[in-house]
Nanobody, 121 residues
Framework: QVHLVESGGDLVQPGGSLRLSCAAS????????MGWYRQAPGKQRELVAT???????NYANSVKGRFTISRDNAKNTVYLQMNNLRPEDTAVYYC???????????????WGQGTQVTVSS
């Protein structure tokens, strides 16, 4: 079994910054794609950013230039640095990691429990 634990969500003023972390633990042979998604009240979950195990990144247009995704493969951890936060960034943020538990196993997508980010003055 694989568990993802998120941290870093908080209440912040517009223009502020936060850094989210998501660490995987358990049976892990290899981790492929890592990502961050968010869901605001009354809206569908949307992609924020992804990063491949080779370091290639992809961002939603709404966060380009403000958010940076990164990963530490030795720690099985993905980060999301969020700068110049806006009220419309308010949401529950979820991380995902595509994990191969053992050599030869299929790859499964695991999700974190979610962390609340609120941007308000």
């Amino acid at each position: 079994q694989v568990h993802l634990v998120e941290s870093g969500g908080d209440l912040v003023q517009p223009g502020g910054s936060l850094r989210l972390s998501c660490a995987a633990s358990g049976s892990i042979f290899k981790i492929y794609l890592m990502g961050w998604y968010r869901q605001a009240p009354g809206k569908q979950r949307e992609l924020v950013a992804t990063i491949t195990n080779g370091g290639n990144t992809n961002y939603a247009n709404s966060v380009k230039g403000r958010f940076t995704i990164s990963r530490d493969n030795a720690k099985n951890t993905v980060y999301l640095q969020m700068n110049n936060l806006r009220p419309e960034d308010t949401a529950v943020y979820y991380c995902s990691q595509d994990v191969q538990p053992l050599a030869g196993d299929p790859v499964f997508r695991y999700w974190g429990q979610g962390t609340q980010v609120t941007v308000s003055s």
